[in-house]
């Protein structure tokens, strides 16, 4: 079977000889050759024409994202698994939109990282578990962030009066409640609420205690829609 070919990029150069002993000792790997700053990638990778290159993000020169995005954008480049000390959601998306297939943390265990490479070898892309979970909470909250803007947009569709009544029934009043509240008849707060359900296109009011529940997600809180 043909060795795996890695490139180390790594501005350490303990944690290159690291590497290169811990790759050393698994079967179908071969270290094919170590440098310590992105700007010397593309000559390393015509010389030692690799299948993978393991990258570091902090070099003193050009960075590892850099690089990547440099190399990535060559005719039938090489695979590329950012190794890093750094998992923040920027790095993350960074690196994976410069064209990373795998996103390691440097303390993965080497067995993970020989794993890795082979996978990423063989065209599967590869995360961390601790990076897989930091993106899968960034994804969630993006979302959530998205609903909250969606619902606070309906919102504003609505009058003062008419956000004040919808607030209301988001706590669960009564219309009797509501007309206490505000000042207004049991009929008045009836053709209030069928204006918002109208306005707002929803069919009950468990549904406008929904959309006023996304609107005051997160931060913000009732400000926000009050």
């Known amino acids: ?117 082979r996978r990423v070898a063989a065209g599967e892309p590869m995360l961390s578990p601790e990076v897989l979970r930091r993106m899968m909470t960034y994804v969630a909250q993006v979302e959530a962030d998205a609903g909250r803007e969606r619902a606070r947009a309906a919102l504003d569709r609505l009058s ?10 988001a706590q669960g009043r009564t219309n009797q409640e509501i007309g206490t509240a505000r000042r207004m008849s049991t009929a008045t707060v009836k053709a209030y609420v069928s204006r918002i359900l109208t306005k707002l296109d929803l069919t009950n009011r468990v549904q406008v205690a929904l959309l006023v529940h996304d609107a005051r997600a997160g931060r913000g809180g009732a400000d926000a829609v009050g």
């Open 1 to 117: 079977m043909t060795p795996v070919r890695v490139l180390l990029v790594d501005d350490d150069a303990l944690v290159r000889a690291g590497l290169t002993m811990m790759l050393g000792e698994f079967d179908g790997i071969e270290v094919a050759g170590a440098v310590g700053d992105g700007a010397e990638v593309p000559a390393a990778v015509r010389t030692h024409r690799p299948d993978v290159v393991l990258m570091d993000i902090r070099m003193p020169g050009v960075d590892g994202l850099t690089a990547t995005e440099t190399l990535r954008a060559r005719r039938e480049p090489p695979e590329v698994i950012v190794l890093t000390t750094f998992d923040t959601e920027d790095h993350v998306l960074r690196a994976i939109r410069a064209g990373a297939s795998g996103f390691l943390l440097k303390h993965t265990p080497p067995a993970e990282i020989a794993r890795a490479v």
């Open 160 to 169: 003062p009066g008419e956000r004040e009544v919808a607030l209301l029934v």
